[in-house]
């Protein structure tokens, strides 16, 4: 049986992938600030990124038969696998990727910090575009930190979708 969830993922693994090639060839252009950038098209990043792992709890979920819900993390999964008397390694696994200092808990992290916005009161020598940050946080992420991101989110994903297709 196929998982109507698998579509999801990729289609969002996809968009990921776009915004990380546009932040690379607007980064390569030098037409805008480096920060602003990084800020911008970074976020967005990283909001496609979240919103893929999410998708992929979903397809795990999927794949157990668990009803659908919305998981914004592993925790959430087991939780709801556990009330179904389920068990799952790749949702495990996940779990300990989020628990530890890993790249998985650095996403999170950064998708954390994007939070509320406020106006900075430096301007680029342009004065076109104006730069907003939060506080509490710099929700700047380099593009080889996003790459890399994505990279190990899909190698999971591909990983265990093998060993569930075993299953």
Same mark, same amino acid.
């Given at each position: *049986? &196929?998982? &109507? #969830?698998?579509?999801?993922?990729? #289609?969002?693994?996809?968009?990921?992938?776009?915004?990380?090639?546009?932040?690379?060839?607007?980064?390569?252009?030098?037409?805008? &600030?480096?920060?602003?950038?990084?800020?911008?098209?970074?976020? /967005?990043?990283?909001?496609?990124?979240? !919103?893929?792992?999410?998708?992929?709890?979903?397809?795990?979920?999927?794949?157990?038969?668990? $009803?659908?819900?919305?998981? /914004?993390?592993?925790?959430?999964?087991?939780?709801? *696998?556990?009330?179904?008397?389920?068990? +799952?390694? %790749?949702?495990?696994?996940?779990?300990?990727?989020? /628990?530890?200092? /890993?790249?998985?808990?650095?996403?999170?992290?950064?998708? #954390?910090?994007?939070?509320?916005?406020?106006?900075?009161?430096?301007? $680029? !020598?342009?004065?076109?575009?104006?730069?907003? +940050?939060? $506080?509490?946080?710099?929700?700047?992420?380099?593009?080889?930190?996003?790459?890399?991101?994505?990279? #190990?989110?899909?190698?999971?994903?591909?990983?265990?979708?093998?060993?569930? %297709? %075993?299953?």
């Amino acid at each position: *049986m &196929a998982n &109507a #969830q698998r579509p999801v993922v990729n #289609q969002r693994l996809y968009f990921s992938r776009l915004h990380i090639d546009w932040l690379s060839q607007q980064l390569a252009n030098e037409e805008i &600030a480096k920060s602003v950038l990084e800020q911008s098209l970074g976020e /967005s990043a990283v909001f496609h990124l979240i !919103k893929t792992y999410q998708a992929y709890l979903a397809e795990i979920a999927t794949a157990y038969t668990i $009803p659908l819900a919305d998981f /914004s993390d592993a925790k959430e999964l087991l939780g709801a *696998m556990e009330a179904a008397e389920q068990h +799952s390694a %790749e949702a495990l696994e996940l779990h300990e990727l989020e /628990s530890s200092a /890993s790249w998985l808990q650095q996403l999170q992290s950064h998708y #954390q910090a994007i939070g509320p916005i406020n106006r900075v009161v430096s301007r $680029p !020598k342009n004065n076109q575009i104006v730069a907003f +940050s939060s $506080p509490e946080s710099n929700s700047t992420i380099e593009l080889e930190t996003i790459k890399r991101y994505w990279q #190990q989110l899909s190698a999971v994903i591909e990983n265990q979708r093998a060993r569930l %297709e %075993e299953w």
